[in-house]
Nanobody, 119 residues
């Protein structure tokens, strides 16, 4: 059974960098051919895909967030991390990490973590 768990601060000040970590168990983040994503859901809105890091370490980001997003990984800890810079209150959302095989639908989700951007 694959499990994903998000962790990080629940409150971030405007203009700062949001940093979240996803810890994976039950599978290695280097297993061919899985993609490890970050997704968010602002209050009252739909899901928004942020980006992914692949089994080989390649990254791809949503064009709308490209300039502010970085996803990295620590294979020794089986974790991947999201950094979103220069946050505003519009970045307030529940943030999820998730796994998908290639272009297949997501098969495992983390439980999600609320991040609020406020001074």
């Amino acid at each position: 059974q694959v499990q994903l768990q998000e962790s990080g601060p629940g409150l971030v000040k405007p203009s700062q960098t949001l940093s979240l970590t996803c810890t994976v168990s039950g599978d290695s983040i280097t297993t061919n051919y899985y993609y490890w994503s970050w997704i968010r859901q602002p209050p009252g809105k739909g899901l928004e895909w942020i980006g992914y890091i692949s089994y080989s370490g390649n990254t791809y980001y949503s064009p709308s967030l490209l300039s502010r997003t970085s996803i990295s990984r620590d294979t020794s800890k089986n974790q991947f991390t999201l950094q979103l810079s220069s946050v505003t209150p519009e970045d307030t959302a529940v943030y999820y990490c998730a796994r998908a095989a290639g272009w297949a639908p997501i098969d495992y989700w983390g439980q999600g973590t609320q991040v609020t951007v406020s001074s």
